[in-house]
């Protein structure tokens, strides 16, 4: 008899060492599961990583690569001339061909730009490519000799009065 309660309880204790197991399995996982929504409330990891840009990606053939229309370089819309080429190979490894066109300057600026890249922005050694670059930016996008708007004239000032 003393065995039978003893094995009986045996039996009981096992099963409440089971749920407790499974308790504490169960508060661990709700656990994790919550401290993953404080982290990363929109499940961004479960979603598609493919996303949409709205960029459409226009094939770019050996042929057409460096096409050229009505004096327009298609790729860049550098202004086709000489040493638009060197211009290509080397200003546009690194920005944008629009970054290029729109720092219009004279041929000290460029000179000085050019130092500046190469001392601060790992820009390679140019050679005889330099002056061709700079001959050819100055000659096709010079310094425009109006700012972006024209000086105020004729303003009637007044005083602030407290």
Sequence with gaps: MKKENHDKLKHEFRGFYRILVLSCVIVALFSVAMVYLMVDPNLT???SK???TGLVAVPVDDDNYDKVEN???IRTGFIDAPGMMETVQNCTNCHSAKLVMQNRMNKERWKTTIKWMQ????LWDLGANEDVIIDYLVTNYPPKKKGRREVLTDIDWYELKD
């Excluded at 001392?119 to 790992?122: R, S, V």
């Design 45 to 47: 990891s479960f979603k």
């Design 50 to 52: 493919k996303t949409d």
């Design 71 to 73: 004096g327009i370089h």
């Design 119 to 122: 001392e601060t922005q790992n």
